[in-house]
């Protein structure tokens, strides 16, 4: 079963501050990956997606990779109340042929003002 | 606008009764995915289908049915068999199925579905 892990939390930052979220995963051979924000109630939203090595910057976000550990990371500078919600962590892998996306249970975040 | 539109948003079903839940998508994605989501937790796969009159079961198919009939629609049946049905079901597409990679799936706004 291929997995992919995260720290429930809640992770608690105050406004301003930056805001660090970890996912690792445990199929090596892992391609392509996924940020999701999900407020409370609502459907997943597309926040970022990283596919090499090394650090993908969007804004105020930034996604980190490094396949050799086997983790992934969003880190969102300058954290606004409006960043309060569950990040959730996807994870594409491959099965003789059939790719599947598979979830992480999420990090809850919470910006203090 | 291009989107995923599920419904009904809300739904209730019976001891003993089967629901259908809709989903459609007008982005011309070849994938279509279903999900489900309990509280506190991540999503899970329950069927998905890469082309129309085809599809394969995800991680918890147990008592659950879909069909594709057209591109467009991929809806999900509740079926009396599956004796936990109360969480939240999500609806997503991607492009590309066989080249998944790069793809990112998009969400319908969900359908929340309670026992009476």
């Known amino acids: 079963q291929k997995e992919v892990e995260q720290n429930s939390g809640p992770l608690s930052v105050p406004e301003g501050a930056i805001a660090s979220l970890n996912c690792t995963y445990s199929d090596r051979g892992s391609q392509s990956f996924f940020w999701y924000r999900q407020y409370s109630g609502k459907s997943p939203e597309l926040i970022m997606s990283?596919?090499?090595?090394g650090d993908k910057e969007d804004g105020r976000f930034t996604a980190q990779l490094n396949k050799a550990s086997q983790y992934v990371s969003l880190l969102i500078r300058d954290s606004q109340p409006s960043d309060s919600a569950t990040y959730l962590c996807a994870v594409i892998w491959s099965n003789f042929g059939n790719e599947k996306l598979t979830f992480g249970t999420g990090t809850r975040l919470t910006i203090i003002p | 606008d291009g989107g995923i539109t599920q419904s009904p948003k809300y739904l209730f079903r019976k001891e003993g009764q089967n629901v259908t839940l809709s989903c459609e998508q007008n982005l011309n994605h070849d994938a279509m995915y279903w999900y489900r989501q309990d509280p506190g937790q991540g999503l899970r796969l329950i069927y998905y289908?890469?082309?129309?009159?085809?599809?394969q079961k995800g991680d918890i198919a147990e008592g659950y049915s879909v069909s594709r009939e057209k591109k467009e629609s991929f809806p999900l049946t509740v079926t009396s068999a599956q004796k936990n049905p109360t969480a939240f079901y999500l609806c997503a597409s991607s492009i590309a199925p066989r080249r998944l990679r790069n793809q990112p799936q998009h969400f319908g706004d969900g359908t929340r579905l309670s026992i009476l």
């Open positions: 289908s890469q082309i129309v009159n085809d599809f």
């Open positions: 990283i596919y090499s090595n």
